[in-house]
């Protein structure tokens, strides 16, 4: 069955930076786009990154474009977001995410907390 694990959150002062990878299993992984979602507390989830299957293309929320990098390495079947310069409003759970036909697969999440 379909697997994405999170992983890499943590807590990190502003002007950090912190990784996140998401390990995928259970489909054909170099054929599918990926996004990263997050939710901070209180709202509703957002979009922030997304990546087409090869990794050529690429699209940011613009309240993190210049800071956060997503990436993926099909060799080992993980997506990644690079996060630099985090700042408090950054504060979410972060989701990796992918849809097949009718089906959205999400992970269980990892938390970054930038105190303010």
């Known amino acids: 069955q379909v697997q994405l694990v999170e992983s890499g959150g943590g807590l990190v002062q502003p002007g950090g930076s912190l990784r996140l990878s998401c390990a995928a299993s259970?489909?054909?992984?170099?054929?599918?786009?990926m996004r990263w979602y997050r939710q901070p507390p209180g709202k509703d989830r957002e979009l922030v990154a997304t990546?087409?299957?090869?990794?050529?293309?690429?699209t940011y929320v613009d309240s993190v474009k210049g800071r956060f990098t997503i990436s993926r390495d099909n060799n080992k079947n993980t997506v990644y977001l690079q996060m630099n310069s985090l700042k408090p409003e950054d504060t979410a759970v972060y989701y990796c995410?992918?849809?097949?036909?009718?089906?959205?697969?999400w992970g269980q999440g990892t938390q970054v907390t930038v105190p303010s």
């Open positions: 990546i087409t299957s090869t990794g050529r293309l690429t």
């Open positions: 995410n992918t849809v097949s036909g009718k089906n959205d697969y």
């Open positions: 259970g489909f054909i992984f170099s054929i599918y786009p």
